[in-house]
């Protein structure tokens, strides 16, 4: 399973980024989502994550209500709007896939609950 992450880049405080994912093998739909984040000297972090189906999301308290993840089964892809940007959402943004079964619907913030992961993309957030 391959998985290509985009749409990082720099932008002020307050501003907004979405990020892709694009899974390069189906059934996409068979697979739950998550976004972490990693900061210079930091553990990878759970950031959020999205049912096979899109519905039931899961979000870390640092960003709720500002992030939103959705996915587009048709075209095998995770986004994940990412508004009110701080200083401290500057990090790498990973996607990553975990194959489930329709009936598992449980959060999983662990980073080794996954099993595909893509190569990152860098967000910086300037105060």
């Known amino acids: 399973v391959q998985l290509q992450a985009s749409g990082g880049g720099l932008v002020e405080a307050g501003g907004s980024l979405r990020l892709s994912c694009k899974l390069s093998?189906?059934?996409?739909?068979?697979?739950?989502m998550g976004w972490f984040r990693q900061a210079p000297g930091k553990e990878r972090e759970f950031v959020a994550q999205?049912?096979?189906?899109?519905?039931?999301?899961y979000y870390a308290d640092s960003v709720k209500g500002r992030f939103t993840i959705t996915r587009d089964n048709a075209n095998n892809t995770v986004y994940l709007q990412m508004n009110s940007l701080k200083p401290e959402d500057s990090a790498v943004y990973y996607c990553?896939?975990?194959?489930?079964?329709?009936?598992?619907?449980?959060?999983?913030?662990?980073?080794?609950?996954?099993?595909?992961w893509g190569q990152g993309t860098l967000v910086t957030v300037s105060s």
């Open positions: 990553a896939a975990k194959r489930t079964i329709v009936t598992d619907l449980r959060v999983m913030m662990g980073a080794n609950e996954y099993g595909s």
């Open positions: 093998r189906r059934p996409f739909s068979e697979y739950a």
């Open positions: 999205i049912s096979r189906n899109g519905g039931v999301t």
